[in-house]
C-alpha cells in the first residue's frame, strides 16, 4: 500500500531509495505512535521539504488503506482512540485497569489509558520499571511514569505509589552491580533494593586476552558447572544473554564443540542471518553444484530469471539421466544460459551466464590463493554486502546496517578461516550420532554417510575438500540451530541463547553476559552520534539494556569482555559501563600476566585451548587435540536432566538409558541437496 502510495505521488526517488523509504515508513509510525492521523498531524516547518512529503505519502497511504477498507497494524490503536473520544460508554462496564510493563509504553497507549479510566475514574494501577525501558527505537517512553504521576495530581485524583524493593531473584552482589550501574542515570529516581536470595555468589568478572578466548572460556565454565555434582545444574539453568546476534555464531560453534545443547530464543541464529545464508549459499554452489544454493541465489543475483524459468531448470535438473552425477546442475544451467534448452529470455541467459562465469572465476581463486582471499574475492564478486542490504528487512538505518552485515561477514570469515577439518573430531562423533538416527528413519541417510566419508578419504587433501568439509560443519550448525525449537520436551534440556530484547521478563540460575565491549554495548552508533541530546538518550537506553541483561541472573552472574579481536575493523575495548561498576562488586577472574598458565608462548592466538596443561587431559583416541581443548579443565558434559532423563549431547533430544535415540523424535541434520533429489539409481 505504501508504495502504491508513493507511485501515485510518482514519487520514484523516494520508491527506489531504500533508505528514503525506511524514513518515510518510520515518520508514518511516529505518527501514528502519537495517536496522529494526517488531519492531526501539525507540521512543525512548512519550509522542510522531507517533512512536506513524509505528510504528503502518509496523507496517500492513509487515503489508499481508507478505499481499500483496510487498516494497518498501529492503525487499530489510532482508531480505539478515536472510537472512545466520541463513544467513550464503549468501556463503561471497565472497572479496574491495571497495566503491565508501563515503561514499554508510548503515547497513543497513554492516551487509551486515560481513555479507559472515564467510567473507572481512580481504578488504574500501573506495574513497571524505568530502569527497564529499551523499546525506544518503537516510540516507547519511560517519561510516560512521570507524565502520569503529573497528571493524577494536577488532576486531583487520589495517586499511591509503591516501590517494590524486596527483590526475590537475585543475590545481593548481582544487585550491587546493577543499582551502581544504573547510578550513572542522571533524571533517575535511586532505588535500595533488599534481595532476598541468600546465596553468596560473586560476580565475576573476565577480561580476556582476544575475541577468540572468550567463547571458549563460556563453553567450558557451562561444562565445569554441569558436572559440578553439588549444584545439579542441567543446561536449561543457563542463559547466554547478548547485545547483538553476531556474537552468537562463536558461542554456537564453541557449544556444538562441546557438546553442550543450546536453544536460541526471540533471536536468529547467526547461520539465518540473510547476509550468511546468500554468503553461506554461493560458497556452496562454488564447492558442490548445489542446486538448493543455486535456486536461492538465482533469486537474488539473476535479474530476469523469474520463478517460472528456476522451476523449468529444476525440472531439468530432477528429470536429467544423471541426476545425482556431481556437475549436472551446472550443466543445465548452461544449458539455458547458452539456449540449448529453451525457456529464458536474453536477459535471463545474460544473468545466468555471468553468475556460472563468477562461480568458475571463484574456484580459480579458491585453487590458487588462500582462504582469506577467496572470501574477500566472493563476497565482492557477487556483491553480498550491497546485495545483502537489498534484501534485509529492518529499522536500523543503512549506515548501521552496512556495518552489522560487514562485521558479520568478517566473523563468517575468520570461521572460515580458522576451520580444522583435521580436529574436528567431536563433530564427526556428533555427526555419526545424527547419522545413525537418520539411518533408523531413512535408507537413503546410509548413502549419504558412505558418500560423505569416501569423499573425505579420497579428496581430504584438496581445497574443495576444505570448502567442503567447512560448508558440512556448517550444516550440523545449522541444523542443531533450527533443530525443532517448539518442543517443549528439548527445550527443558538446553542452554538459552538470547539477545537482551529477547530475554526480557525471564530469568536463570546461571547467566553469562559476553562481548562487554564498546561499539558493542553501547552501541557503535550510540557511541558515534554527534547530536548530544540524542547521545545522551541513546547511550542511557543502552545502559538500560545493560540494566536488563543483569537482573535476569539469580544465583551466577558472569561478566565477560576482551581487548583485542583481529577481525575488527576498529579497535576493541572492554565497554565504558564496566568502568561505572566499583571494582569491589566483582571478583575478577581475568588471565593475569605473571600467571604461568597464560604467560606460555602457545598463546598466542588462542590463549585458553592452546595450553598444554589441558591439552593433554582432552587427547582423543587418535592422540589428536580434540576441538574443545581449553585451558579449563573439564570432561565432557554430562547431560543428565533432573529426573535422570539423558539427553543427545548434540541436539538435546531425549535418549533411551541405554543411550539409543528415542524413537519418537527424527533429528534434523540436513544436507537439502542431496535429500531433495530422487533416490540414487542402482
Ligand atoms: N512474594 C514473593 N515471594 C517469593 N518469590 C517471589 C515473590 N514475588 C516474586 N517472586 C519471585 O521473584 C522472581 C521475580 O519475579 P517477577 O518475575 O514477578 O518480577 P518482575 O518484577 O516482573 O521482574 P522483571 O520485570 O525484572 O522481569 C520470580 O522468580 C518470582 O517467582
Avoid at 508504495?3 to 531504500?18: C, F, H, M, W
Avoid at 539494556?545 to 558472569?558: E, M
Avoid at 571494582?583 to 606460555?600: A, G, L, Q, V
Avoid at 576441538?627 to 532423563?645: D, F, H, I, Q, R
Wanted: hydrophobic share 35%.
Amino acid at each position: 500500500m505504501l508504495l502504491k502510495a508513493i507511485n501515485s505521488l510518482g514519487l520514484e526517488d523516494v520508491k527506489t531509495d531504500k533508505s528514503s523509504l525506511k524514513r518515510v515508513q518510520s515518520y508514518i509510525s511516529q505518527q501514528k505512535s502519537l495517536g496522529f492521523h494526517p488531519d492531526d498531524v501539525v507540521i512543525a516547518d512548512p519550509s522542510d521539504r522531507i517533512e512536506a512529503q513524509h505528510f504528503q505519502v502518509y496523507s496517500e497511504y492513509q487515503k489508499i488503506l481508507k478505499q481499500n477498507t483496510t487498516i494497518d497494524f498501529d492503525d487499530i490503536l489510532v482508531y480505539t482512540y478515536k472510537l472512545l473520544t466520541i463513544r467513550p460508554e464503549c468501556v463503561s462496564h471497565v472497572k479496574h485497569i491495571l497495566v503491565d510493563e508501563f515503561q514499554d509504553t508510548n503515547t497513543i497507549q497513554l492516551k487509551l489509558i486515560f481513555k479507559f479510566t472515564q467510567y473507572c475514574k481512580d481504578n488504574i494501577t500501573i506495574v513497571g520499571d524505568a530502569d527497564q525501558s529499551i523499546y525506544a527505537f518503537r516510540n516507547a517512553s519511560y517519561e510516560n511514569f512521570k507524565i502520569l504521576e503529573g497528571l493524577a495530581l494536577e488532576n486531583r485524583r487520589e495517586f499511591i505509589k509503591i516501590t517494590l524493593d524486596q527483590n526475590y531473584r537475585s543475590t545481593d552482589s548481582i544487585l550491587k552491580i546493577s543499582e551502581s550501574l544504573m547510578r550513572h542515570q542522571e533524571d533517575r529516581e535511586d532505588k535500595k533494593l533488599v534481595s532476598n536470595n541468600d546465596k553468596e555468589d560473586p560476580v565475576y568478572y573476565i577480561c580476556h586476552k582476544s575475541h577468540d578466548d572468550e567463547p571458549i572460556f563460556i563453553a567450558d565454565k557451562i561444562s565445569n558447572m554441569l558436572n559440578d555434582t553439588d549444584n545439579n545444574y542441567t543446561p536449561k539453568d543457563f542463559a547466554i544473554i547478548v547485545r547483538v546476534s553476531r556474537t552468537f555464531l562463536s558461542l554456537e560453534r564453541e557449544l556444538t564443540r562441546n557438546r553442550i545443547p543450546y536453544r536460541i530464543v526471540k533471536g536468529q541464529s547467526f547461520w539465518d542471518l540473510k547476509e550468511i545464508s546468500m554468503t553461506v549459499d554461493c560458497l556452496r554452489i562454488i564447492a558442490n553444484d548445489d542446486w538448493l544454493a543455486y535456486k536461492r541465489t538465482i533469486d537474488w543475483f539473476a535479474i530476469g530469471c523469474g520463478t517460472k524459468l528456476i522451476e523449468k531448470i529444476e525440472t531439468a535438473i530432477f528429470t536429467s539421466e544423471s541426476s545425482v552425477e556431481s556437475g549436472v546442475v551446472n550443466r543445465v544451467i548452461t544449458e539455458f544460459a547458452t539456449g540449448i534448452r529453451s525457456g529464458a529470455s536474453s536477459k535471463a541467459k545474460a544473468s545466468l551466464f555471468h553468475l556460472l562465469s563468477l562461480v568458475n572465476e571463484s574456484r580459480t581463486k579458491l585453487m590458487n590463493s588462500d582462504v582469506s582471499d577467496f572470501f574477500n574475492f566472493v563476497t565482492q564478486k557477487f556483491s553480498l554486502v550491497e546485495n545483502s542490504l537489498k534484501k534485509k528487512s529492518s529499522s536500523k538505518d543503512d549506515n548501521e546496517l552496512k556495518y552489522e552485515i560487514t562485521e558479520n561477514l568478517s566473523e563468517l570469515r575468520k570461521q572460515l578461516e580458522q576451520y580444522n577439518p583435521e580436529e574436528d573430531e567431536q563433530l564427526r562423533k556428533a555427526q555419526e550420532e545424527v547419522f545413525q538416527q537418520l539411518q533408523e528413519n531413512n535408507n537413503d541417510a546410509q548413502y549419504i554417510k558412505e558418500e560423505n566419508i569416501t569423499k573425505d578419504s579420497e579428496e581430504n587433501a584438496s581445497k574443495e575438500a576444505f570448502l567442503s568439509a567447512f560448508l558440512d560443519h556448517i550444516y550440523l550448525a545449522e541444523s542443531i540451530a533450527s533443530d525443532d525449537q517448539a518442543s517443549q520436551e528439548k527445550d527443558l534440556g538446553k542452554v538459552t541463547l538470547t539477545t537482551i530484547h529477547g530475554s526480557k521478563g525471564l530469568e536463570w540460575p546461571v547467566v553469562i553476559l559476553p562481548s562487554l565491549v564498546n561499539n558493542i554495548i553501547p552501541s557503535k552508533f550510540s557511541l558515534t552520534e554527534i547530536n548530544p541530546d540524542k547521545k545522551k538518550m541513546s547511550i542511557n537506553e543502552e545502559r538500560r539494556c545493560f540494566y536488563v541483561a543483569l537482573t535476569r541472573s539469580k544465583d551466577h552472574l558472569y561478566l565477560s569482555t576482551y581487548h583485542g579481536d583481529e577481525n575488527s575493523y576498529q579497535p576493541v575495548s572492554p565497554s565504558c559501563f564496566l568502568n561505572e561498576i566499583p571494582r569491589d562488586c566483582y571478583h575478577d577472574i581475568s588471565p593475569k600476566p605473571n600467571n604461568e598458565m597464560f604467560t606460555s608462548k602457545q598463546f598466542s592466538l588462542n590463549s585458553y585451548r592452546g595450553h598444554k596443561k589441558f591439552t593433554e587431559s582432552r587427547m582423543n583416541f587418535a592422540g589428536k587435540p580434540s576441538l574443545g581443548s581449553s585451558s579449563y579443565p573439564s570432561k565432557p558434559a554430562k547431560l543428565v536432566g533432573a529426573n535422570g532423563e539423558i539427553y543427545n549431547p548434540v541436539t538435546g533430544a531425549l535418549v533411551n538409558v541405554n543411550g539409543a535415540p528415542s524413537k519418537k523424535r527424527r533429528l534434523g541434520m540436513g544436507r537439502p541437496y542431496k535429500q531433495l533429489l530422487p533416490a540414487r539409481k542402482k
